[in-house]
């Protein structure tokens, strides 16, 4: 397991930014995925953006070309810049570990969670 503990969230004008910064509290270079979620007020959690072990990334739709994701196993840390935020954009943001581990009795999948940090976006 691995513990997870997100900051950099707050409240921002429609069209600023702000960076959200992940920090484990071990090594993440055998983490297979380290990616955001965020849940919004009355609505299932959803995939913000994912960083894989192997370098790809991957973006929900409402985020392409907005948001960036990096990874730096070094320093145990993962990143979410956002742009051009809108409205839609204001939830609780959540940092995940997803780790699949493969054995005689087949792969076992760990997911561990920050507690999230709030962002909201409004004039």
């Known amino acids: 397991q691995v513990q997870l503990v997100e900051s950099g969230g707050g409240l921002v004008q429609p069209g600023g930014s702000l960076t959200l910064t992940c920090t484990a509290s071990?090594?993440?270079?055998?983490?297979?995925?380290m990616g955001w979620y965020r849940q919004a007020p009355g609505k299932e959690r959803e995939l913000v953006a994912v960083?894989?072990?192997?370098?790809?990334?991957n973006y929900a739709d409402s985020v392409k070309g907005r948001f960036t994701i990096s990874r730096n196993n070094a320093k145990k840390t993962v990143y979410l810049q956002m742009n051009s935020l809108l409205p839609e954009d204001t939830a609780v943001y959540y940092c995940?570990?997803?780790?699949?581990?493969?054995?005689?009795?087949?792969?076992?999948?760990?997911?561990?969670w920050g507690q999230g940090t709030q962002v909201t976006v409004s004039s």
């Open positions: 960083a894989s072990s192997g370098g790809g990334t």
């Open positions: 071990r090594s993440i270079i055998s983490i297979n995925d």
């Open positions: 995940n570990a997803h780790k699949i581990i493969y054995s005689n009795d087949g792969p076992t999948v760990l997911d561990d």
